[in-house]
């Protein structure tokens, strides 16, 4: 199986900041992927940014500019920088990694963590 652990949500008032860390664990062979999707209450779940392996990013629109994905590679480890939260921010995010599992046979797949919230409010 493959595990991921999310840290670092809470409560922060406009203009603030957040990180937040996931840590994937368990029986990984390779990992292709890492990022963040978030859902906002009564919304559908939407991309956040995303880094691969390759070194490529990809940021949603409304993040741009105020949001940075890392990698710590080597600690299987994804972080979401958040600067300038807006209230329009407040969802719970939610961590994932593409990965294939060690083993013959075994296909990436994606993998979710169970999500942490953060809320922006005065």
């Known amino acids: 199986q493959v595990q991921l652990v999310e840290s670092g949500g809470g409560l922060v008032q406009p203009g603030g900041s957040l990180r937040l860390s996931c840590t994937a664990s368990g029986s990984i062979a390779s990992i292709y992927a890492m990022g963040w999707h978030r859902q906002a209450p009564g919304k559908q779940r939407e991309l956040v940014a995303v880094?691969?392996?390759?070194?490529?990013?990809n940021y949603a629109d409304s993040v741009k500019g105020r949001t940075t994905i890392s990698r710590d590679n080597a600690k299987n480890t994804v972080y979401l920088q958040m600067n300038s939260l807006k209230p329009e921010d407040t969802a719970v995010y939610f961590c994932?990694?593409?990965?294939?599992?060690?083993?013959?046979?075994?296909?990436?797949?994606?993998?979710w963590g169970q999500g942490t919230q953060v809320t922006v409010t005065v």
């Open positions: 994932y990694v593409v990965a294939r599992r060690t083993g013959s046979g075994q296909n990436a797949r994606a993998y």
């Open positions: 880094g691969t392996s390759g070194g490529t990013t």
